[in-house]
């Protein structure tokens, strides 16, 4: 499918149409966006381009759960192994660079190659997590005992949930997913109800690359639930109301320091 130099320059009545198109070109089953109380809209004509199912409390319990058990097998998983994985979720973004573009600038509004550049951030932190996941060493630490050394070991944190907004609806995703994931983490992830579409490929690229994420889609007005929820073992998010800005980044592991004998 040929990629439109300007996302703009579609009639209204094209936007739908190219929507459809671009998720079937990425792979997405129509069923995953056909039906739902979450309509999701595209700025360039305010027309509903598709549609996605919400998760109730239970869900969200449920999908927390998954992630749970899926994190006490990830993290037994060998740091080089997990970083190949990673490594796999890169190339599949970068074969499809335009496509994925092309739907973060019909869901946002960007041009495309703003929709581009992020994707191009996806593809950067997939390659910066995979050299990391070769350099989870700790600290050596001298020891006040006779023959002894202390060694500095870092440890995954568990489930890890991240909230996005609808103005980098990958991005920021991607920061927080690809390190947790190298690190041993797995991750429950809360995407923008303007954005639900973007949220749904991803989820794809992951299964397609053996990763495991649990995608949460739920209105804004249960996003404190879900912050405050207490089977979440950190939390990142970037979100912005009449109220207050506010983001955070996620730190993937705690350390602990053993004393061993230098034999």
């Avoid at 305010?46 to 549609?51: A, D, E, T, Y």
Wanted: proline share 5%.
């Amino acid at each position: 499918m040929p990629i439109p130099t300007s996302i703009a320059t579609n009639s209204v009545s094209n936007v739908r149409a190219l929507t459809l198109d671009t998720l079937r070109e990425l792979g997405v089953r129509e069923a995953e966006f056909a039906s739902g109380p979450i309509a999701a809209r595209s700025p360039i004509d305010g027309g509903v381009i598709g549609r996605i199912t919400e998760h109730d409390a239970l869900g969200v319990e449920a999908a927390i759960g998954r992630a749970r058990d899926a994190a006490l097998r990830w993290r037994d998983v060998p740091a080089p192994r997990r970083g190949e994985l990673v490594r796999l979720l890169g190339e599949e973004l970068r074969a499809q660079k335009e496509t994925l573009g092309q739907l973060v600038s019909i869901e946002t509004g960007k041009i495309l190659t703003e929709g581009r550049g992020e994707v191009r951030e996806m593809i950067d932190i997939c390659d910066f997590a995979v050299g990391l996941s070769r350099q989870l060493y700790g600290l050596m630490i001298a020891s006040e005992r006779p023959g002894h050394t202390m060694r500095e070991t870092w440890h995954p944190l568990g489930v890890i949930g991240v909230i996005t907004a609808f103005n980098f609806p990958v991005a920021v995703w991607s920061w927080n997913a690809a390190l947790a994931f190298v690190c041993g983490n797995s991750v429950v992830w809360k995407p923008s109800e303007k954005t639900p579409l973007s949220g749904a490929k991803r989820r794809r690229d992951c299964s397609r690359s053996y990763l495991a994420v649990e995608k949460s889609e739920r209105r804004s007005r249960t996003t404190d639930a879900f912050r405050s929820y207490r089977r979440l073992d950190r939390l990142a998010w970037a979100a912005r109301s009449r109220h207050a800005s506010r983001s955070a980044s996620v730190a993937c592991c705690w350390s602990s320091v053993a004393t061993m004998p230098l034999s």
